[in-house]
């Protein structure tokens, strides 16, 4: 058992939503509480400004991208900011990019400098879920050690240090490819532990992972109502989850969650599934949850469709939105246990199919999004969306045939789910390899 005195400082930034969403999760043990690194009590008003500029101007371009020509136009120049090169052939990656030399000029002009004398008067390890925090650790000397939580599949160069080789980040990789790459940056083995990407504990259910599993067993009857799937890998199920004969949940109507990014570049295709799947949903056959997150617009622009489509009334219509980041962590996970489809882009919730949830992806939006889905994709736990506008015609054969089923339990059996426990071991433990996990591919 964890010993309570043993905290870390946790450190994030509030841009979009996955950042936070992997910061959450370690808020137990976090000191005072995570610090959002562009917005916490006593941040300089240059330094805040600095930031949301940042912020403000990727959201504008990521709604601004559906627009013809000018909009592909303005987003690849951003994308190529942050762009990922091809892994293949293995090659020294170490040169420095533009986007990290954009971010160390800020640093050495003050960025973060004074967040880190003040968590310099307690220097318990640090982790942060962002690369620039780290950064700016490192240049400031912070004095505990410093852990960088990567999150995405596959990461750009910024998210090593300038001089990766003498760095004394210590990098959290959600899979082997982003340790391989980090290594490509320069980054020395030793400093890189691959542990998963950080998963909400209530989602889980602690080591014997009961929730998690409870959740699944459901969920496999929900989106198999034909049996095909459960006849076919019945050994597999019982080798790896429970015999099939445990499998006795009465099939009821699925349940979709539909999650958009940060910028809400997505929304219309939450409202084509409550038009397509009017009817479906009227006679109970889709149950489907709506995520606004903190977006009071995007609240309203659902709002506003429930009603025009006449499913107001309709008990088994939700729109997921809070106030605050981790109030709206706190209700999307509670929504994730009878969830029974994840339909959002490939962002940090592409990891989510470690709880066995099966994605249909809409198209990526950005570099790092297009290697997630490619590695969603080779898990087998990840399915690019058809068109929305047959939706109503394409799920159920989908359904029918046990495809998702296979999604969900693929997701189970190679996506790493225990994340959270491995990082809270090796920061406040030291201990490697005492957690049992799947390969983390």
């Not at 959740?215 to 009857?221: E, N, P």
């Not at 490619?374 to 990840?382: E, K, R």
């Not at 809270?424 to 390969?439: P, R």
Request: charged share 25%; with cysteine; proline share 5%.
């Amino acid at each position: 058992m964890q010993n309570k005195k043993q905290k870390m400082h946790v450190v994030t930034v509030d841009m979009g939503y996955g950042h936070q969403r992997a910061a959450y999760p370690l808020a137990s043990v976090s000191a005072g509480g995570v610090i959002n690194a562009n917005q916490y009590k006593g941040i300089s008003k240059n330094e805040e400004r600095s930031w949301q500029k940042g912020r403000k101007w990727y959201e504008i371009i990521s709604r601004f991208k559906k627009v013809p020509i000018l909009g592909a136009v303005a987003f690849a120049m951003m994308d190529n900011f942050q762009k990922i090169e091809p892994f293949y052939p293995r090659r020294d990656l170490s040169k420095t990019s533009s986007q990290q030399r954009y971010f160390y000029k800020k640093v050495k002009k003050g960025l973060g400098k004074d967040l880190i004398t003040t968590l310099n008067k307690k220097p318990i390890p640090l982790v942060t879920t962002f690369f620039v925090p780290a950064y700016f650790a490192e240049y400031c000397n912070y004095e505990g050690q410093i852990y960088c939580v990567v999150c995405d599949a596959d990461v750009a160069r910024a998210w090593a240090p300038h001089d990766a080789r003498h760095s004394k980040v210590i990098y959290l990789a959600p899979n082997k490819r982003v340790k391989e790459r980090l290594q490509l940056y320069g980054v020395r083995p030793n400093k890189i532990y691959v542990t998963g990407f950080p998963l909400p504990k209530e989602n889980i259910g602690g080591l014997q992972q009961k929730i998690l599993k409870a959740d699944l067993k459901v969920r496999l009857c929900n989106l198999d109502p034909k049996g095909i799937y459960r006849h076919k890998y019945k050994n597999l199920i019982g080798a790896y989850l429970c015999p099939v004969s445990e499998l006795r949940a009465k099939p009821k109507g699925v349940t979709i969650t539909f999650a958009v990014g940060g910028a809400g570049a997505q929304r219309e295709i939450g409202v084509t599934l409550l038009r397509v799947l009017k009817k479906h949903i009227k006679a109970g056959r889709i149950n489907l949850n709506l995520v606004a997150g903190v977006r009071n617009d995007i609240y309203r622009f659902f709002e506003e469709a429930v009603k025009r489509y006449g499913l107001a009334n309709a008990n088994n219509v939700n729109i997921i939105f809070a106030n605050n980041k981790y109030d709206y962590f706190k209700i999307f996970n509670r929504a994730l246990r009878t969830t029974d489809i994840l339909w959002t882009k490939p962002s940090e919730l592409t990891f989510y199919s470690g709880l066995g949830l099966p994605i249909i992806m809409a198209p990526p939006i950005g570099s790092q999004e297009k290697y997630n889905r490619d590695w969603l994709q080779a898990l087998g736990a990840g399915i690019d969306s058809e068109n929305p506008e047959y939706v109503d015609e394409w799920l159920f054969d989908w359904l029918d045939s046990g495809w998702l089923a296979e999604a969900a339990m693929q997701g189970y059996l190679d996506a790493p789910k225990m994340g959270t426990y491995h990082i809270e071991n090796i920061v406040l433990h030291n201990k490697v390899e005492e957690i049992k996990d799947v390969q983390l591919l």
